[in-house]
C-alpha cells in the first residue's frame, strides 16, 4: 500500500471521464488500498480514483464519520434519490476552499465490491452528498461547478462562528472529499 499524490484543480486528469472497472484482480485491490490510505492520511470522508489520476470508476467513501467505517464502490450507480439539502462542501482537490451546494436529502446506490460482487447501500444528509460527490467525480465534474462562490477556510470559520453566536447548533469540523 502506498499513499498516492492527491492532484488539485489545475490537473486535466479531474475533467475526465472515467472507464468503469473491468478486471477485479490485484491491480484494483491495490489501487483501492491505496485509495483507503491516501484519504486516511488526509483525513477526509471521500476519495475518487480519478482524484490520484487513475480515470477508473472506484472510489472509497466514509458514510459516518462518528464510525469511521471506509466503504469501497467500483462502478457506483444511482438508483433512487429523494428531497434536496444545501449544505457546506469541500473536496481534497480543491484545498482550502468551500461552497454551498444542494444535493438530494437520500440516495440509494448500487455498486460492486472489489471481487465484482454487486451491492446495494443508502444515506441521508452527509452521507447522500458524499455519495453524489464522489459518484461526481467519476464524470469529470467537481462540485464547485454548483456552487455560486467559494469560501476560504477563514470565511467559513466566521459565518459559522457567526451561526453560532446567534443561537446556531455548534458545527463539527468539516472534512472534505
Ligand atoms: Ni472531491
Known sequence: MSIRT????????????????????????????????????????GLAAPQVGILRRAVVVVPDPEKDEMIELVNPEILAQEGEEEDWEGCLSLPGMWGRVKRPK???????DRNGN??????????????????EHLEGHMYDEHADRLYTAEELDEILANEEGQGGKPKKRRRRR
Open 118 to 135: 454487486w451491492f446495494e447501500t443508502e444515506g441521508a444528509d452527509l452521507a447522500a452528498r458524499c455519495f453524489c460527490h464522489e459518484l
Open 106 to 112: 437520500w440516495v440509494k446506490i448500487r455498486a460492486q
Open 6 to 45: 492527491i492532484l488539485t484543480q489545475e490537473d486535466p486528469t479531474l475533467y475526465k471521464v472515467c472507464h468503469p472497472v473491468t478486471r477485479f484482480d490485484g491491480r484494483l485491490a491495490d489501487l483501492l488500498d491505496d485509495l483507503r490510505e491516501t484519504l486516511t492520511e488526509a483525513n477526509g470522508v
